[in-house]
T-cell receptor, first 113, second 111 residues
């Protein structure tokens, strides 16, 4: 049982480059989330998808776009990377009956130079 | 979403019981209290959740007083592997949830 899988694990970009972070879950969960975590801080919600076909902005959506490709996959795109987007990105999912219980991937460590 | 306050850091020694208290004075009637654990270079992991009184599982216990304005996560007999950041969250149950993670409590367990 893989749970939530994120790719890649590490990435280095130059300012202005674009990339897509991939996330897939095999738990048949409806809701999926993207967070970022900066050093010494808690997680901040970027975007979320309550169900397949819907996406909504979280706390810090600027500079990002998302796609809920199907029920399993939720991708995060940086169109023009900036040094301020250097962070660790986590994808998570949860089932409707789970009261605030989210399952997280291992994270993608992104550096923008 | 209710704001939570917890200590920034705590130190303990192997074999001791650790209690981390979280304040959530503005908790709403429908909010649940949930704790997560995060090891370095990993995503947060759910530990325990409760609504009122006491909840216990194989990892920890959660104590919630009657007024629900605070909660205490209790880790019995900690080991070095319990060194992690612990987050307290409160949010309405069910469906999709925009959880708010604060800075958490950084627990260091020493030999």
């Amino acid at each position: 049982n893989a749970g939530v899988t994120q790719t890649p694990k590490f990435q280095v970009l130059k300012t202005g480059q674009s990339m897509t972070l991939q996330c897939a879950q095999d738990m048949n969960h409806n809701s999926m989330y993207w967070y970022r975590q900066d050093p010494g801080m808690g997680l901040r919600l970027i975007y979320y998808s309550a169900s397949e076909g819907t996406t909504d902005k979280g706390e810090v959506p600027n500079g990002y776009n998302v796609s809920r490709l199907n029920k399993r996959e939720f991708s995060l795109r940086l169109e023009s990377a900036a040094p301020s987007q250097t962070s660790v990105y986590f994808c998570a999912s949860n089932a409707p009956e789970d009261k605030n219980i989210q399952y997280f991937g291992a994270g993608t460590r992104l550096s923008v130079l | 979403l209710a704001k939570t306050t917890q200590p920034i850091s705590m130190d303990s020694y192997e074999g001791q019981e650790v209690n981390i208290t979280c304040s959530h004075n503005n908790i709403a009637t429908n909010d649940y209290i949930t704790w997560y654990q995060q090891f370095p270079s990993q995503g947060p992991r759910f530990i325990i959740q409760g609504y009122k009184t006491k909840v216990t599982n194989e990892v920890a216990s959660l104590f919630i007083p009657a007024d629900r304005k605070s909660s205490t996560l209790s880790l019995p007999r900690v080991s070095l592997s319990d060194t992690a950041v612990y987050y307290c969250l409160v949010a309405v149950s069910g469906g999709y949830n925009k959880l708010i993670f604060g800075a958490g409590t950084r627990l260091a367990v020493h030999p």
